[in-house]
């Protein structure tokens, strides 16, 4: 029975490294979100989530040590002052979208670094630090308008890319038995571009190319709060609270209007006359105020259930010298409702009986609202494995492989819009360790 555990273990380790190499092998082939709404606001948000999240539909304001493992919840950083190991993940991520405007349809694929996170214990265990970077939200779009004007048919390419990434530093603090509290300090920074060009289709005619980029960088920070009632002596209510500040962020604006020719095949030439050219104007962006709300029920180590609310003030939101899609947003809500299955974390005779299996369920009123006065809403179903990989010869590393899978769409394809399906795959690695501890010689 030990020589067949071994051997389930050998080849999950097998397979972790492969699909992890694959995977990065990947990333080198496209890197940018293909997606029609990151044109609004800052991108997509991506949220302050792991792969072990992102299975149970996101919950996770409420959540706090739903398995055997430490896991990094950078959502709420009140759950610092659980880790008891020296945690670290990564993980790389990747999707599938298929767009649908009427009968017309395009598909992509785009691969990423998702993060990486690190945690450990201070003082006795009662006080948790953190710190990683992770993306903050994604820009990327290609797509032309077309209108006509008197005789001449007019072309109007729309492209964006870019997005900003969060690197964190954050502490937990448990009072008492029942409450945490803790706190993040984020450092945003990145690049958003965005291009429209006006072209006539007559040979040789003289087109016109409007880019906006603004580079953004500044501090903001993020807080959050837990209170438990136990229940029995395994099992407990966890309440969580979490929220970001309504942070006045720097951003460097430049603005450049160039003309340019296409060539008698419809390659653009290089620009020939730059008609405004504006750099390093100092801008503001204003970020809005959120609120997430959480609870769960657990049993240690064997279930847990939970729901998550949120909400975004989006309508507060502001970047000076912004095009009208990233400025007129609105107020957002969301929830998320998920849990988490161990049928027996100690099993010797089955090695899934191991295993995390992981559900969850999302709905989201998004911070978007067309021009047709449709709001973009996004929902989604996920589910995903926590598998133990074999631990060091001296069992004080553990290891663990967080694969999950999402499925959801964005939008609608009424009046003429756009509808957004996806398919994002994650692929996580976690390794506890007893790092930074002193040991004592008899």
Sequence with gaps: MKSLHLNMYKKINYIATVLFLLTSISLSAQVTTQSPYSGYGLGNFKGSLLPQFRAMGGISTGVFRPGIDNTINIQN??????????????????????????????????STLSHVAVAFPILKNKTGLSFGILPYSELGYKFTSKQNIDTNSVNYPHSGEGGLTKAYIGLGQQIGDHFRIGGNVEYLFGNLLETVSTEINTFPTVNSRVQNKNSISGISFSYGAQYEIQLTTKSRITLGYSGSSSSTINSKRAFVVTQYLKSAIGVDEAAFDTVAFIENNSAKLKLPLIHNFGVSIQKDNVWMVGADFRTGKWSNYSLEGATPNQQNLQDSWGASLGGQITPDFTSVGSYFKRVDYRFGLSYDKTYIKLASGDDVKKMGISFGLGLPLAPNIARTSFYKMNVTAELGKMGTINNGNVQENYIKLHLGFTLNDSWFRRYKLN
């Design 77 to 110: 950083p009140a759950t610092f002052s659980g880790i008891n190991f020296t945690t670290v993940d990564i993980a790389v991520t990747g999707g599938f979208t298929q767009l649908k405007q009427g009968a017309a349809k395009e598909k992509s694929f785009n």
